[in-house]
């Protein structure tokens, strides 16, 4: 399994786990890096490994190559010799020998590919973790603006509302100003009528049974009319 396979596993998994609990975008980001960041020291040390592996499969490849050369100079010395028993018989090693040597070739040209391929996928994981931080610094930035502008946004909202209160504050002293003038309207309207309206009130009666017996004088023939007699005098 590639080691990007392995990546779109576990951050899938992590996603719908994310996506389950309901978290947050910045706390998603930061879990992917760090599953890729792991990721990468995991592949680093495998290189390491099959590099070591490629090593030793180079040496022993040597080591066999210098076998098969030697039984060859061997099968060379018995045929100088006149014994093309032994020659016939070193060449059978010497070709024992090639077999182990087109192994160790097969294994050491897996390895080289195996390599390549790591390569390959370690500088697109390193690319994509350089990717993934750069979003990560503009989410960031961006999660920074937003909440400043939310929190301008309520700040204006409360300047508003507290506006708003003060106008209505305003509006309940007009109207307690207004109410008080209407009170004021009223003041001393209850009150018994001072010592002047009395006497003005008592000259008026006076008036009044005046005009009324010289009307019943008119009427009754012109006798002269007598006097009111008036409280507290006697007739």
Known sequence: MGIFSRMTDIINSNLNSLLDSAEDPQKMIRLIIQEMEDTLVEVRSSSARVLADRKAAARRLEQVQAEADTWEAKAKLAISKGREDLARAALQEKHAILDELATVEAELKALDEHIAHLGEEVAQL?????????????????SQTVESR?????????????????????????????????????????????????????????????ELQRLKTELGGGSEPQATPRSGQPE
């Open 150 to 210: 939310i929190k301008v946004k309520r700040q204006m909202q409360r300047e508003a509302l507290d506006d708003a209160f003060t106008r209505f504050e305003h509006f309940e002293r007009r109207m307690d100003n207004l109410e008080s003038q209407l009170e004021s309207m009223d003041i001393g309207r209850d009150v018994p009528p001072d010592l002047a309206a009395e006497i003005d009130a008592l000259a008026e009666d006076e008036r009044i049974n005046d």
């Open 126 to 142: 390193q690319q994509k973790l350089s990717d993934a931080k750069a979003r990560q610094k503009a989410m960031l930035m961006r």
